[in-house]
């Protein structure tokens, strides 16, 4: 069912939010860090893990799939609301976070596309091209 891809969600920012706020405290910093970020991993790594395994029916996974497209909107709407120039000039853990998560997420996307379906298209590969009739 589609409420159970609202479900996964809901766990998973719930889950984003806590790591982001023990992250923006081990920091230093009192505000939560990243959360929203670390919420659409966990929702894209759940997603992979359960389609995987076949424990995520079509529906379910229309569910997630609609949520993980409306949290772009919803990231790009609350990095709007930032004060970048204040958080620059309060020191270099913006800095340090930005270049960190980015980081992160490089790798986090190198993990998954190792460990995704090796099947694609080699036809460009081998110079085999389906001729249109």
């Known amino acids: 069912m589609i409420i159970y891809g609202t479900a996964i969600l809901a766990a998973c ?9 023990l992250l923006g405290a081990f920091i230093g910093v009192k505000a939560n860090v990243g959360g929203v970020g670390i919420a659409m991993m966990l929702l894209i790594s759940a997603r992979v893990y359960l389609h995987k395994r076949g424990l995520m029916p079509d529906t379910t996974e229309a569910g997630v799939g609609f949520w993980a497209a409306m949290y772009i909107p ?11 120039v204040a958080a620059l ?9 930005a270049v960190g998560a980015v980081l992160l997420c490089a790798c986090t996307i190198a993990l998954i596309n190792r460990t995704g379906p090796k099947r694609q298209d080699t036809a460009w590969q081998t110079g085999t091209v389906a001729e249109e009739s």
């Open 13 to 21: 920012h719930l889950l984003g939010v806590y790591i982001g706020d």
């Open 74 to 84: 919803v990231v790009v709407a609350m990095a709007a609301q930032q004060n970048v």
């Open 89 to 97: 000039k309060g020191g270099p853990v913006a800095l340090i976070s």
